[in-house]
DNA sequence: ATTATTTAATCAAACGTTTAATTAACCAGG
DNA sequence: CCTGGTTAATTAAACGTTTGATTAAATAAT
């Protein structure tokens, strides 16, 4: 009814609200641009007036998403902390992320499922990014012994699958795997878990600490648990 | 040409390869049954014909998956071994089933993503029975002393993430990641380097076992590596 | 009055599906 | 061994619907 006209925000921000949630639980090609407009609660020709195509739309959620997690990962592991600190933060930073932007997640893990033309570019860029960043601070750390030898070119990879699986199978971990809600405890507990494994293992032969199962029980001093991740 | 009528299996068959393929290469909705019957070689008329729709397609592959995967993780985890060589032997058979089964899995992800309707049952049933068992067994560590006292209703979930992870961003891992055919030997690789990581972690302050990086070096005495997946 | 925004109506193309007809294999009875 | 009827496998063509996209007109803001 009213026509702002002030920015170009009201409906355009509507129609990417209710993109990115379609585009979340049905993918690209089961969601039909009618049903993005119904949702926004705008005519279906006010999408290609402000995105141009149902893809440029698609792309212009991609790039946000994208360029949100870079930001995050790059800010997070850099810093004169020590390698323990650094990988702990991302791994928190990650999982609190997690938390505030499932929708965008799932659709960079779908897109990088297919692996294909859309944004093989920047799903690739992205992945990039935080693989080398990883890999270089793993490396840095095994160098100066802080480390164990690991496969240091594995490793990043397999730290990025302990945070990504608990955002991929949220739907079934929530409904019938663990008896919680997915709220900001239970995404502090992933990341503590997850921390404690990667650093200490699930076997006892070295005989560390032994703090009971699930208590998030990690020392990190001035750590702001699920903090800030915009 | 011919009519065969010997079996129903010929053009079933090849429907059912192409539509593997298709569905896992670009899911559900974005996958025409026009392309499936023409990468078959067969009309399009055939696929009515053999499973009633294009969802029953769908279904009947989805189906075979969830099952074969579901055996294979049964028959592994089962035996008289130790709660160590019983998840050694899940993440050595889970990741063989990658390397050859990569359609199927990349079909079972795109299907957890979405968490919805077409087989919440059938993939939340193959992903609680996974998880059950991994979490027995690994209480069942901890109990005996074999294990730490880890967040044990987690560490199933991390420990199939970093196996799950190496198959789902696949495309970027050999395009970009890590300079290697995604061949057993680098399966193997990707195993002992998970087990590895899983029982001793990353951390170097228990003084553990100091073995070269990427050596797949793991005793395990008749560990047949990437052995039969069928 | 002019521009910017929004709407309803409409388009061709692509979709999943159905139908009717055709072809090859099988199996009687002669 | 034929032969005619039955059945299963396969096809080409068309169906109705939905899709992404476009347009011309209407409405509000400047």
Same mark, same amino acid.
């Given at each position: ?14 129609? *990417? ?13 089961? &969601? =039909? ?17 402000? !995105? ?13 998403? =994208?360029?949100?997690? $870079? *930001?995050?990962?790059?800010? &997070?592991?850099?810093? @004169?902390?020590? +390698? ?17 932007? @499932? ?23 992205? =992945?990039? /990014? ?6 270089? +601070? ?7 012994? #802080? ?22 199978? $949220? ?7 663990? +008896? /919680? ?12 878990? +997850?921390?404690?494994? !990667? ?11 032994? #703090? ?12 702001? $648990?699920?903090?800030?991740? $915009?």
């Amino acid at each position: 009814m009213a026509r702002p006209k002030i920015d170009d925000s009201e409906a355009r921000a509507r129609i *990417a609200a209710a993109a990115e949630e379609l585009f979340a639980d049905r993918g690209y090609g089961e &969601t =039909a641009i009618r049903d993005i407009a119904r949702k926004a609660g705008v005519n279906a020709a006010m999408i290609h007036y402000y !995105f141009g195509s149902k893809e440029g739309l698609y792309k212009s959620i991609l790039e946000g998403a =994208a360029s949100k997690v $870079r *930001a995050l990962l790059v800010q &997070t592991v850099s810093g @004169p902390a020590s +390698t323990k600190e650094r990988l702990a933060q991302f791994v928190d930073s990650y999982a609190a992320y997690i938390l505030s932007h @499932p929708n965008l997640a799932r659709i960079l893990y779908r897109e990088m499922l297919t692996g294909g033309e859309h944004l093989m570019r920047i799903a690739q860029q992205y =992945a990039v /990014t935080n693989y080398t960043i990883l890999k270089d +601070t793993i490396f840095e750390g095994i160098r100066t012994g #802080e480390l164990r030898p690991i496969d240091y070119e594995l490793a990043p990879i397999s730290l990025m699958g302990m945070v990504v699986i608990f955002q991929f199978l $949220r739907p079934i971990i929530s409904a019938a795997l663990v +008896t /919680t809600k997915y709220d900001e405890r239970f995404v502090n507990r992933i990341a503590s878990h +997850t921390i404690d494994l !990667f650093f200490n293992g699930a076997g006892s032969s070295g005989g560390r600490s032994k #703090e009971p199962a699930t208590s998030p029980g990690r020392k990190k001093p001035g750590a702001k $648990r699920g903090a800030k991740v $915009r």
